[in-house]
């Protein structure tokens, strides 16, 4: 799938490869996706452990 971006977007995604030493823009990405994905599983799983520690 390709997903287009805004002029915006690109600048962006150039400062954070910038800053994290990536290269590739869509391997950048993919880690950027990857990451979000894993902090709101654990997010999740922390606010799930927190209710049911109050029930």
């Known amino acids: 799938m ?5 002029d915006e977007a690109v600048s962006q995604l150039e400062f954070i490869m ?6 590739n823009k869509q ?3 993919q880690v950027m996706l990857s990451t979000i994905a894993n902090n709101l ?3 999740g799983q922390k606010l799930n452990n927190k209710v049911d520690h109050h029930e």
């Open 27 to 29: 391997h950048a990405i």
């Open 2 to 6: 390709k997903v287009p971006l805004n």
């Open 18 to 23: 910038g800053r994290t030493g990536y290269t």
């Open 41 to 43: 599983r654990r997010s």
